[in-house]
């Protein structure tokens, strides 16, 4: 029962990316073919609604789950490494066809091919796990 604000607020966003198309293939297409601002306008407002929200985070010092003031750590200076991560991030959405997000929301939506998907990026992300450590950050 304590978590199920957390899953009302998981359905509302699915709702909402539902109906904004923001999981459909095609206009993952035609923002990656430049040939749509529908897209932009969304991952634009999502942007402006983080920064917003990271801003009154820190003002108010928003608590956790568990109670603890949430902080928000500095980032390391470093062009390169999110070039290179923001690269490969773009590549498998282009590839997929969905953003890590919307995979599970495809998944409710009867989309069920994109399971495929769900388990390389799982399988990606026990491969970085392995070699996190070898890799240079």
Same mark, same amino acid.
């Given at each position: 029962m304590?978590?199920?604000?957390?899953l009302l607020v998981g359905i509302i966003f699915g709702i909402v990316l539902v109906k904004s198309e923001a999981i459909s293939w095609y206009r993952i297409y035609e923002m990656f073919k430049f040939e749509s601002f529908h897209m932009y306008g969304i991952i634009g407002s999502a942007v402006i609604t983080g920064i917003i929200l990271l801003l009154l985070t820190k003002k108010l010092k928003f608590k956790n789950i568990n109670?603890?003031?949430m902080l928000v750590p500095k980032k390391e200076r470093g062009l390169i490494k999110y070039i290179v991560g923001g690269s490969i991030f773009g590549l498998g959405w282009a590839l997929s066809g969905a953003c890590p997000g919307p995979m599970y929301i495809l998944v409710g939506t009867g989309?069920?091919? $994109? #399971?495929?998907?769900? !388990?390389?990026?799982?399988?990606?992300?026990?491969?970085?796990? $392995? #070699?996190?450590?070898? !890799?240079?950050?």
């Amino acid at each position: 029962m304590k978590y199920l604000k957390y899953l009302l607020v998981g359905i509302i966003f699915g709702i909402v990316l539902v109906k904004s198309e923001a999981i459909s293939w095609y206009r993952i297409y035609e923002m990656f073919k430049f040939e749509s601002f529908h897209m932009y306008g969304i991952i634009g407002s999502a942007v402006i609604t983080g920064i917003i929200l990271l801003l009154l985070t820190k003002k108010l010092k928003f608590k956790n789950i568990n109670g603890d003031v949430m902080l928000v750590p500095k980032k390391e200076r470093g062009l390169i490494k999110y070039i290179v991560g923001g690269s490969i991030f773009g590549l498998g959405w282009a590839l997929s066809g969905a953003c890590p997000g919307p995979m599970y929301i495809l998944v409710g939506t009867g989309a069920f091919s $994109i #399971l495929i998907v769900i !388990l390389a990026a799982t399988f990606g992300t026990f491969v970085y796990g $392995i #070699l996190k450590d070898k !890799l240079p950050h």
